[in-house]
């Protein structure tokens, strides 16, 4: 994810190790927890996570203030758990796709549908992952920003791997790598579940306009005939 990219440890170092969320963000939540979860997503998108207070959560959730304690211990807990899992996901369903041995187009229309996936069905969450990571504490913006490089660096390798067997024309894989990552994660804050269009059809048309993108200076390289 672009924002923040290298604060924490530079790409090519994130890159050497895949991160994995903690058993807490993979674990099933008891059904009050997923409700206290969902709503800290929703207050802290809409008020900001400095703007909501754990007496609004409880109101909003109905229970009484110290019974939050039950489930968490920290209102930065909660916005821990989220954005790890969110990253989880990210690492769960499209880096596989990345590091895999198909062609290079297929794993980019594949990876670009599996994101956007995940920017359509967790828009907020995703939102949160971009802008609240700074209210951490050091430690855990540190792991969750040196994740998403991690997360960033596979793409240029990916990006990097076509480019050495000829199916990438483009001389710069960072460029290419932000280009594409921004361009999804900017498809949360503007695509409609009801709009004329579904995450298939964008997924498509993305890659048609990456894949063009990507290729063109291969093209432009090939001898004349």
């Not at 304690?69 to 954005?83: A, M, N, Q």
């Not at 069905?121 to 609240?132: A, G, M």
């Amino acid at each position: 994810m672009a924002a923040e990219s290298g604060q924490a440890i530079s790409a090519t170092e994130a890159g050497t190790r895949r991160p994995s969320a903690s058993s807490s963000s993979r674990r099933i939540a008891r059904p009050r927890e997923e409700e206290l979860r969902r709503t800290a997503v929703r207050l802290f998108r809409e008020h900001g996570y400095d703007g909501t207070s754990m007496q609004d959560l409880a109101e909003a959730l109905g229970m009484h203030r110290g019974s939050l304690y039950h489930y968490i211990e920290s209102k930065e807990d909660l916005l821990f758990g989220i954005v790890e899992a969110a990253m989880a996901r990210f690492n769960d369903e499209v880096r596989p796709i990345l590091e895999s041995d198909a062609a290079p187009a297929e794993r980019l229309e594949r990876a670009v549908a599996a994101h956007l996936r995940i920017a359509a069905d967790e828009p907020d969450e995703l939102t949160l992952l971009q802008v609240e990571v700074k209210a951490l504490a050091p430690d855990r913006r540190y792991r969750i920003v040196a994740e998403r490089d991690a997360y960033e660096h596979v793409w240029r390798e990916f990006i990097r791997d076509g480019m050495r067997d000829g199916a990438f024309g483009c001389e710069d894989e960072r460029s290419a790598g932000f280009m594409i990552l921004a361009s999804c994660n900017w498809f949360s804050q503007w695509f409609r579940p009801d709009g004329p269009l579904g995450v298939d059809d964008f997924a498509a048309r993305f890659s048609t306009l990456f894949l063009d993108a990507l290729r063109a200076d291969a093209r432009s390289r090939l001898p004349e005939a």
